[in-house]
């Protein structure tokens, strides 16, 4: 289970101001447990693949201000 005060220690470390760590705490149990499904399944012999593309045929990045 993730403590408040391991909330704070992580958003003091990541340089977030957070007033209210209880909040935060659910959503980051959902991950740690969402790692432990990841951890838990046997990947090892999977080979790794790689999709490369080429940058030029990548879009432009364009901001839109709403």
């Known amino acids: 289970m993730v403590s408040e005060e391991e909330i704070s220690n992580v958003a003091k470390l ?3 101001d ?4 209880s909040s935060h705490i659910k959503r980051v149990q959902k991950m ?3 790692f432990d499904i990841l951890d838990r399944e046997n990947v090892e012999s999977e080979e790794i693949t790689v999709q490369e593309t080429d940058l030029d ?3 432009d990045d364009k ?3 709403r």
Do not use: G, P, V
């Open 14 to 16: 990541m340089k977030i």
């Open 18 to 21: 957070l007033e209210d760590h």
């Open 32 to 34: 740690l447990e969402y």
């Open 57 to 59: 045929k990548l879009r």
């Open 63 to 65: 901001y839109f201000h």
